[in-house]
């Protein structure tokens, strides 16, 4: 397969559906809180019963105002919803309200590492309820399936990108720079195994120089990063298959079985006129004033590649300044670290290290842990005044998460102050060279990497607490 992919070029686009963290839902006054009781947030607008009529949630249009900006896009002066007829029994009233030719956000791009990824445009719309399939549900044999309309109405941003990728890469770090984007500014928490972030990925094949794009197929489905990059490309091997064996690649809509590691058709797509759209006569187009885009422009937090490169200013590594920004939890508690004055160094080493470790190993966020910015911050200064160590530091901090203690006090408790104090380290060196001849002869014929061994025995005899730089000192003039 690896010299057919060679003979040809992928295209992508990806359609990303962004649930909005609003209170209540994009036209009715329920709540759209995940995980309540089953058809509990059904108000009789979410149940399309006869004769209400919609209200549009002003939260979910500033969200959608917000992050058309996060991503470059023009907010026009005017945008209007349309209806989207489809009849399916998790959406009540026979049709979805959406926005078609007018979107709120249009004309936007990404920077995906370095590359320029077009945003065609971003629209709200509602979302449909959950059926859950019974029989498939642990009732086997059941013939019946059973609704949950409380998703119903829940406020979607849909981001419809240019098909401007051309590998799996691109199409997954993308996505990923686009939860990134939609955590940071607050609209979204982002959960693709949950759903509240979905993908579908448009992927179409054509001869290498090729101008003309091929048929594409829409993958639906994939609930991770590593599924999107897995879909792509087996869907990728698909096509080339199809067409080195002559045939033609249909446009349908597939769904990708990460199980399986396969896709399956689904249906034929549909085309727009088969929606057989038209404006939504129970809501006025929208006037979106410039005051208003301003207003919420003003609101625009940091944004991830603002701040990757802030840290990297500040020193950081290309590769640490992303694994912060990627865990957005670590990244506001470095910022307040920052903020508090303390060497963005030494944090950062911290926060790499023993910390990164002890959060991955307890599967916790950082605000899940005991451990205070402010402690963090005392922790480094202690060991900038050198009445610590580094190691001893690394020590402790383990604790500090589990139980909130202070540096300080552990310090103090534990006694565990550094001894700089020359005469009793001296007196210990001189300790481990006498108890160490042969080495000592070694070192002086020569062997001066034994240098490092005779610290490690020092270190180990102060238990950690001697400073290092005295040590080395003191045993070059023991050793002459
Ligand atoms: P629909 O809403 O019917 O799925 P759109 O025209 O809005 O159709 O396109 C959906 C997505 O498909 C966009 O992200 C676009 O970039 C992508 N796309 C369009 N044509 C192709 C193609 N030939 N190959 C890959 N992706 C494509
Ligand atoms: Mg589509």
Same mark, same amino acid.
């Given at each position: 397969?690896?010299?057919?992919?060679?003979?040809?070029?992928?295209?992508?686009?990806?359609?990303?559906h962004a649930q909005l963290k609003t209170k209540s839902k994009i036209f009715a006054p329920d709540g759209c809180?995940?995980?309540?009781?089953?058809?509990?947030e059904?108000s /009789?607008i979410t149940?399309?019963?006869?004769?209400?009529l919609p209200v549009l949630n002003k939260e979910a249009v500033n969200m959608g105002?917000?992050?058309?900006?996060?991503?470059?896009?023009?907010? /026009?002066? &005017?945008c209007?919803f349309?209806?989207?007829?489809?009849?399916?029994?998790?959406?009540?009233k026979?049709?979805q309200i959406s926005q078609?030719?007018?979107?709120i956000?249009?004309?936007?791009?990404?920077?995906?590492?370095?590359?320029?990824?077009?945003?065609?445009?971003?629209h709200l719309e509602e979302d449909a309820?959950?059926?859950?399939?019974?029989? =498939?549900?642990?009732?086997?044999?059941?013939?019946?399936?059973?609704?949950?309309?409380?998703r119903a109405g829940t406020p979607l941003l849909e981001?419809?990108?240019?098909?401007?990728?051309?590998?799996?890469?691109?199409?997954?770090?993308?996505?990923?720079?686009?939860?990134?984007?939609?955590?940071?500014?607050?609209v979204c928490?982002?959960?693709?195994?949950?759903?509240?972030?979905?993908?579908?990925?448009?992927?179409?094949?054509?001869?290498?120089?090729?101008?003309?794009?091929?048929?594409?197929?829409?993958?639906?489905?994939?609930?991770?990063?590593?599924?999107?990059?897995? =879909?792509?490309?087996?869907?990728?091997?698909?096509? $080339?298959?199809?067409?080195?064996?002559?045939?033609?690649?249909?446009?349908?809509?597939?769904?990708?079985?990460?199980?399986?590691?396969?896709?399956?058709?689904? &249906?034929?797509?549909?085309?727009?006129?088969?929606?057989?759209?038209?404006?939504e /006569?129970d809501l006025?187009?929208l006037?979106?004033?410039?005051?208003?885009?301003?207003?919420?422009?003003?609101?625009?937090?940091?944004?991830?590649?603002?701040?990757?490169?802030?840290?990297?200013?500040?020193?950081?590594?290309?590769?640490?300044?992303?694994?912060?920004?990627?865990?957005?939890?670590?990244?506001?508690?470095?910022?307040?670290?920052?903020?508090?004055?303390?060497?963005?160094?030494?944090?950062?080493?911290?926060?790499?290290?023993?910390? =990164?470790?002890?959060?991955?190993?307890?599967?916790?966020?950082?605000?899940?842990?005991?451990?205070?910015?402010?402690?963090?911050?005392?922790?480094?200064?202690?060991?900038?005044?050198?009445?610590?160590?580094?190691?001893?530091?690394?020590?402790?901090?383990?604790?500090?998460?589990?139980?909130?203690?202070? =540096?300080?006090?552990?310090?103090?408790?534990?006694?565990?102050?550094? $001894?700089?104090?020359?005469?009793?380290?001296?007196?210990?060196?001189?300790?481990?060279?006498?108890?160490?001849?042969?080495?000592?002869?070694?070192?002086?014929?020569?062997?001066?990497?034994?240098?490092?061994?005779?610290?490690?025995?020092?270190?180990?005899?102060?238990?950690?607490?001697?400073?290092?730089?005295?040590?080395?000192?003191?045993?070059?003039?023991?050793?002459?």
């Amino acid at each position: 397969m690896e010299d057919l992919r060679d003979k040809y070029e992928v295209v992508i686009g990806l359609e990303v559906h962004a649930q909005l963290k609003t209170k209540s839902k994009i036209f009715a006054p329920d709540g759209c809180e995940f995980g309540k009781e089953p058809n509990s947030e059904t108000s /009789p607008i979410t149940l399309g019963m006869p004769g209400v009529l919609p209200v549009l949630n002003k939260e979910a249009v500033n969200m959608g105002i917000l992050t058309g900006l996060a991503l470059n896009c023009e907010i /026009p002066e &005017r945008c209007k919803f349309d209806r989207k007829q489809y009849f399916y029994p998790d959406l009540p009233k026979g049709y979805q309200i959406s926005q078609y030719d007018e979107p709120i956000c249009v004309n936007g791009y990404l920077n995906v590492k370095g590359k320029k990824i077009g945003i065609t445009r971003a629209h709200l719309e509602e979302d449909a309820g959950k059926l859950v399939h019974a029989g =498939a549900d642990g009732l086997a044999g059941s013939s019946y399936s059973l609704v949950d309309l409380n998703r119903a109405g829940t406020p979607l941003l849909e981001i419809v990108s240019e098909p401007d990728m051309r590998s799996s890469e691109e199409a997954r770090n993308y996505m990923e720079e686009l939860r990134n984007i939609v955590r940071y500014i607050g609209v979204c928490d982002g959960n693709l195994e949950e759903g509240s972030m979905r993908c579908d990925a448009n992927i179409s094949i054509m001869p290498k120089g090729s101008k003309e794009f091929g048929t594409r197929a829409e993958i639906k489905n994939v609930n991770s990063f590593s599924a999107l990059q897995r =879909a792509i490309e087996y869907e990728i091997d698909r096509q $080339i298959e199809i067409v080195e064996e002559g045939g033609k690649v249909v446009q349908e809509t597939r769904l990708w079985d990460d199980n399986a590691r396969e896709t399956k058709s689904m &249906r034929g797509k549909e085309d727009a006129h088969d929606y057989r759209y038209f404006p939504e /006569p129970d809501l006025m187009p929208l006037k979106i004033s410039r005051e208003w885009v301003e207003e919420i422009r003003a609101k625009m937090p940091e944004l991830p590649q603002a701040k990757r490169e802030r840290y990297m200013s500040l020193g950081l590594s290309e590769y640490d300044a992303s694994v912060i920004v990627e865990q957005m939890g670590l990244a506001l508690f470095f910022d307040e670290v920052l903020k508090l004055g303390a060497s963005p160094k030494i944090a950062v080493n911290f926060i790499m290290g023993e910390i =990164a470790a002890y959060l991955k190993e307890n599967k916790l966020e950082i605000n899940e842990t005991k451990l205070t910015p402010e402690n963090l911050v005392e922790l480094i200064s202690l060991i900038e005044k050198n009445t610590i160590s580094n190691n001893i530091g690394k020590q402790i901090i383990v604790d500090m998460m589990k139980d909130g203690s202070k =540096a300080s006090e552990i310090v103090e408790k534990r006694g565990l102050s550094q $001894i700089s104090d020359t005469g009793a380290i001296k007196e210990i060196a001189q300790k481990v060279c006498d108890a160490n001849p042969a080495q000592v002869t070694a070192y002086k014929n020569g062997k001066v990497q034994l240098l490092g061994f005779f610290v490690g025995q020092v270190m180990k005899e102060t238990k950690g607490r001697a400073n290092p730089k005295a040590v080395n000192e003191i045993l070059k003039e023991i050793l002459g």
